[in-house]
């Protein structure tokens, strides 16, 4: 796992702040926390800001934010310090443009005047010949650049203040052999590679140059990032090799894939938030004010919503899917991650939270006393406890308690009318005055002994009259246990609802 150039693990999680995190970037974060933590190493939080057109507001403080919920949080960079500030891309230019006048004087990139007219002329010339025009070795000394001018001319051109970018030079004909920890050994062809943009015409390093400048500034040892940068690898390694530096290990994680086979999981999501939550947190969409709940919200743990998301690419290698953060660093390798794509499951999600919720009976009473107190409903912390362990298998969410416990509190204004409707005769009415005496001659109102006074029905009318006490009490067929559902509520409360069916069933009668 650890290659001996590297000492001691240092990665990075490097997000553009153009909008808010998406499952993909946040899993992102999670394996190189995950990673650092297991070696003992650093955690860097660079803000990948060049691109100044996609800036969208409140999305640095959104990563920020993320990271904290799911505790992950960086040990340096943006908003946290560090001995290689500044952390932001954008506050990096001199140190981009000092390394790029190296890799010039070595003959590694140069000037490129070509113009938008020039190079729409050269794409329109290729297409109607059924070429792709690719701004490579083949086609560079055709076309308006440094090399194919005089020194002369070109210090003439720059001194004019002529707009020009700046190129990396690919070298032809090579068999670049890469490593990825995950996909194994790669090999590309670099005829295959066109000559990159390092530095824009306004002057703005790219993000080719940028990210390998400071991952070797800041002494990045291993880059753990998604699957769409793994074409990027070549160029990469090749800038690594022009500035002679030792590259870092890469690893490239695989897509989370949507369930229902629509491609990969993405902000284009965000239409079907509910059946494909794809955002850690809340964000507020600045065009519309529109705001899209994010995990958080709609009531997941961040303990469960970690678990989830270190399941989503990669296995321990051990039975059990329930693993805390610590457990999740002690066993994290980037050798059993997948290769290929992963499927995201809503309702593996929901599990998760569900396993979770069983440790958190008394966020569940909190949130339950809460509605209650809204209601002015008076209750009996007992009972509470009681309810709760009746219902908590029933629970994803601990929002999802007064859904299945109002009935404990509140008498049925309404009953199921499916059942309702069958209901309505006089032999009904008698046999449910006979189960009141019965009731009331109960000297201790227990689930046990409840259960026991149902035993003199035979099995038929036993089923029966069960299902009419339960629209009694809760007025549907819905809600737990029937007999604690009785002693929960009591000799009294359990007989006014009694008294309740039969009143509406006369009046239908």
Known sequence: M????????????APSPTGPLHLGGIRTALYNYLFAKKYGGSFVLRIEDTDRKRFVPNSESYIMETLKWCQIEPDEGAGYGGIHL????????????????????????????????????????YQNRGFTFSYNASIRMDMNNSLTMTKKKLYTKLNSGSSYVIRFKIPPGEKLKMEDMIRGNIVVNTDSLDDKILLKSNGIATYHLANTIDDYLMKITHVIRGEEWLPSMSLHLLLYRAFGWNPPIFAHLPLILREDGK??????????????PIFPLQWKVPETNTIIPGYRELGYFPEAFVNMLALLGWNPGIPGEIFSLQELINLFSLKKITKSGVYFNIKKANWFNKQYLKEKK??????????????????EIDDLYKIIHLTIDRLHFVHEIWEHSFYFFISPSSYESSLFNQICHQNIIDQLEDCKKSLSNISQFTSVNLRLLFH???????????QIFRLALVGSLKGTDLFMILEILGKEKSIQRI???????????
């Open 2 to 13: 650890m290659s001996k150039k590297h000492n001691f693990v240092r990665v990075r999680f």
């Open 456 to 466: 003199k029905y035979n099995k038929k009318n036993r089923y029966k009259m069960m």
């Open 499 to 509: 008294d309740k069916l039969m009143k509406k069933i006369r009046e239908k009668i």
């Open 362 to 379: 008394g966020e569940i009473f909190s949130y339950l006393s809460i509605e209650l107190q809204k209601r002015s409903i008076s209750y």
């Open 86 to 125: 500044p952390y932001h891309q954008s506050q990096r230019g001199n140190i981009y443009r000092l390394y790029i006048s190296k890799l010039l004087e070595k003959g590694h990139a140069y000037y490129a005047f070509d113009t938008d007219k020039e190079l729409y002329i050269k794409r329109k010339e």
């Open 263 to 276: 491609g990969k999981l993405s902000k284009r999501n965000v239409d079907n938030f509910l059946d494909f």
